[in-house]
């Protein structure tokens, strides 16, 4: 619920970039409330149930489309993209761009990425605790496992870089 209240507070924001999750979260609440609405008039013999969600749906036709382009920005595409039938559902499938990309920064953070999940959760999982003053020995602990890691083939060269320099930055 709170990536559809997420998606309403940002009411008609169409900078930045969505996560799938927010994006589809938000889709799944507005079916679920469509459902329901068709299932009640249904039953009761109520025209008026559809509307009312007639005019809910109107009320959340500028929040669908912001976070729709939103969503296309995640993938480092123009928003307009939204428009184009089947490739915007392609697009809405995909994973956004891991980092910052021309539209903003990466609205997952430091969150592993799917593809990374995908090669092996246990590297992708890895998340070097920060370094405390006088914590040297868990430091190269750390970087130990790192290496450990880089050498098994579960983090490419740059992954253990910028791991690394996470870790000692710290």
Excluded at 44 to 68: C, E, H, N
Excluded at 97 to 122: F, I, L, M, S
């Amino acid at each position: 619920m709170n990536w559809y209240l997420k998606v309403l507070t940002n009411y008609a924001n169409f900078e930045g970039r969505a996560r799938r999750k927010e994006y589809w979260m938000f889709v799944l609440v507005n079916f679920c409330l469509g459902f329901t609405a068709g299932f009640l008039s249904g039953l009761f013999q109520a025209k008026q149930i559809l509307g009312v969600f007639d005019l809910y749906q109107l009320g959340v036709l500028i929040p669908s489309l912001a976070v729709g382009v939103r969503r296309m920005h995640d993938t480092n595409h123009s928003g307009w993209w939204i428009l184009c039938p089947i490739y915007n559902f392609v697009l809405l499938c995909q994973e956004g761009d891991a980092g910052p990309n021309e539209h903003g920064p990466d609205p997952k953070g430091d969150e592993p990425r799917t593809e990374e999940v995908a090669r092996d959760p246990q590297a992708a999982a890895f998340s070097p605790p920060p370094v405390r003053v006088g914590n040297a020995a868990g430091t190269i602990a750390q970087l130990a496992k790192l290496a450990e890691l880089k050498k098994a083939g579960h983090l490419t060269e740059e992954e253990f870089a910028a791991q690394k320099k996470q870790l000692l930055a710290g």
